[in-house]
């Protein structure tokens, strides 16, 4: 089987940090981009922050100069540093990857882990 699988996710307050994770494990020969998604209730899945295989990252605007993706090669690992959040942060963050399986690259995605942001 190969899967990724989020961690991280809580409660915290507002101005407060969190640090998510998105490991991808199973029989799997590479990893190219990823990026972290996220969604709050009544609202569309949105693009929150992605980074290529070689380190090249792009963020929402929303997310500029406090979050930071960053991922760890050799452990099939990406994180979201999330620092100085706010109430609008609050959402279920999703982890995507395109995996290199027997049969070629495929999109994956993780199951989501809930951040919630208030006082």
């Known amino acids: 089987q190969v899967e990724l699988v989020e961690s991280g996710g809580g409660s915290v307050q507002p101005g407060g940090s969190l640090r998510l994770s998105c490991k991808a494990s199973?029989?799997?020969?590479?990893?190219?981009?990823m990026g972290w998604y996220r969604q709050a209730p009544g609202k569309r899945r949105g693009l929150v922050a992605r980074?290529?295989?070689?380190?090249?990252?792009s963020y929402a605007d929303s997310v500029k100069e406090r979050f930071t993706i960053s991922r760890d090669n050799a452990e099939n690992t990406m994180y979201l540093q999330m620092n100085n959040l706010s109430p609008e942060d609050t959402a279920v963050y999703y982890c995507?990857?395109?995996?290199?399986?027997?049969?070629?690259?495929?999109?994956?995605w993780g199951q989501g882990t809930q951040v919630t942001v208030s006082s």
């Open positions: 980074i290529t295989d070689a380190g090249s990252t």
């Open positions: 995507n990857a395109d995996v290199l399986i027997n049969v070629g690259y495929v999109p994956l």
């Open positions: 199973g029989n799997i020969f590479g990893i190219s981009a």
